[in-house]
Nanobody
Framework: QVQLVESGGGLVQPGGSLRLSCAAS????????MGWYRQYPGKQRELVAS???????????NYADSVKGRFTISRDNAKNTVYLQMNSLKPEDTAVYYC??????????????WGQGTQVTVSS
């Protein structure tokens, strides 16, 4: 079983910054990709940013158009941790942010795990 624990959410003023962290633990053999999603009330979860493992491909990153140039995703493979640096935050970035990781467990079975979510609120 693979668990993801997120941290770093909170309340910030427009134009401010936050850094989210997500640490994966458990029966992990290899993590292929990690990402951040967000969900607005009554809406489906949407991709914010994702990053490859650097094993199957370079650390390729992918961003939603709405966050390009403001958010940066990175990962520390040694710590099985992914980060999301969020700058120039806007009120429309207010949402619950979820971490996601996909890979291979020690059982050699694929896993796709989610964190519990962390609230980000951008307001003056």
């Amino acid at each position: 079983q693979v668990q993801l624990v997120e941290s770093g959410g909170g309340l910030v003023q427009p134009g401010g910054s936050l850094r989210l962290s997500c640490a994966a633990s458990g029966t992990i053999f290899s993590i292929y990709n990690m990402g951040w999603y967000r969900q607005y009330p009554g809406k489906q979860r949407e991709l914010v940013a994702s990053i490859g493992s650097g094993i199957t491909s370079p650390d390729t990153t992918n961003y939603a158009d709405s966050v390009k140039g403001r958010f940066t995703i990175s990962r520390d493979n040694a710590k099985n941790t992914v980060y999301l640096q969020m700058n120039s935050l806007k009120p429309e970035d207010t949402a619950v942010y979820y971490c996601n990781a996909g890979g291979l467990g020690t059982s050699m079975l694929r896993f796709d795990s989610w964190g519990q979510g962390t609230q980000v609120t951008v307001s003056s």
